[in-house]
């Protein structure tokens, strides 16, 4: 399980458009998963990039998102 420093560091790299390991990008979706913020049957879509998965995730759940992470 990834540290919070370690997602906070991931989820930025992904967001700038940087591609994470295929590993590292599971460990941050399991982590939203935790958070209820994607399904747990949840796999991403291949045609999309890392980021756009990210953003869709976010985008579905925006109001739960900002809650947890902007809100603070």
């Given at each position: ?7 906070m560091?991931?989820f930025e790299?992904?967001i ?5 390991s295929?590993?590292?990008f ?23 990039t ?7 995730i ?11 992470y902007?809100g603070?």
């Amino acid at each position: 399980m990834l540290t919070k420093l370690e997602f906070m560091i991931l989820f930025e790299k992904i967001i700038d458009g940087v591609k994470v390991s295929d590993e590292k990008f599971a460990q941050i979706i399991d982590i939203l998963k935790c958070q209820n913020l994607v399904p747990f049957n949840y796999k991403f879509d291949d045609q999309l990039t890392q980021v756009q998965n990210i953003l869709k995730i976010i985008q579905s759940n925006s109001i739960k998102f900002y809650e947890l992470y902007l809100g603070q």
